[in-house]
């Protein structure tokens, strides 16, 4: 599962409010949407491939003609919170407002409700899978408890979801992002070697491959997307179709999950 996260300048406004009066720290992200996107998208046409681009709300609204472009190449548009805000600090009624909200704007953009989720920025709360079902989300992508995808199902629930999970190491913010002010990441001087970042994705990937399991790789246009960090992304997409695996949609592993617990 390719999955692209299009956070532009609202993870940084998350990270510290404080960063509205810092246009060098917001440029970061706009550069993710205004330069780094159109990369991404050109090497998932060129290598055959098509991901779930988790959105918040908000860049649904301000990059209306960039998510268009993303749907009309084939992706699939998954919710990302509203503003990126960090669920883990939301009431329950925030919570949901925040997902009804994002939801809107993106059906608003594109005319599709989406299905999936994804947490922006921090945690949640031990009642944000229950609302994302009430909501009639059938899949979620933000816990890191396991390699294959599993059924979520609490007592009083109408219907069930899919956890697809993720895992850091198979992320490019944690290797890429840099900022001076605030420090991000915090403790962590420089950018990490291209090619070091290259060998941990593949190990992981062959390994995966190995144990027939599900290998969700998260990236940003804001910290894959420049001239350089591109060519990691052309590079793993190709030994990916090596190993011959199924690239799917997070709908596509949902439906199919669901699938295989029924039969």
Not at 253 to 263: C, P, T
């Amino acid at each position: 599962m390719i999955t692209v996260e299009l956070d532009a300048e609202y993870i940084w406004l998350s990270m510290d409010s404080g960063n509205i009066r810092r246009p060098k720290t917001l440029s970061m992200g706009t550069y993710g949407m205004l330069r780094g996107l159109d990369r991404v998208l050109d090497v998932l046409s060129r290598e055959d491939c098509k991901a779930t681009f988790f959105v918040p709300g908000k860049v649904a609204e301000k990059y209306t003609e960039q998510i268009r472009q993303v749907v009309s190449a084939g992706h699939e548009i998954a919710l990302h919170g509203y503003a990126h805000e960090n669920f883990g600090l939301l009431s329950e009624k925030k919570q949901r407002e925040a997902i009804r909200r994002g939801s809107v704007a993106i059906e608003d953009a594109i005319g599709i409700h989406p299905v999936g989720f994804r947490l922006p920025e921090g945690n949640m709360t031990p009642g944000t899978l229950g609302i994302l079902q009430e909501e009639g989300f059938g899949y979620d992508s933000s816990l890191l408890d396991s390699d294959l995808p599993y059924m979520l199902q609490e007592k009083g629930w109408e219907k069930s979801m899919v956890e697809i999970p993720m895992h850091w190491e198979m992320q490019d913010f944690p290797y890429f992002a840099f900022n001076y002010h605030p420090p991000v990441p915090a403790g962590c001087p420089r950018i990490a070697r291209y090619t070091d970042v290259l060998d941990i994705w593949t190990e992981e990937m062959e390994a995966y491959a190995r144990e027939g399991l599900c290998y969700v790789w998260k990236v940003d246009p804001q910290s894959i997307g420049t001239p350089g960090r591109i060519v990691l992304m052309e590079r793993l997409l190709e030994r990916m179709h090596d190993k011959n695996f199924w690239f799917a949609l997070g709908r596509e592993i949902s439906a199919f999950w669901k699938k295989q617990e029924q039969g």
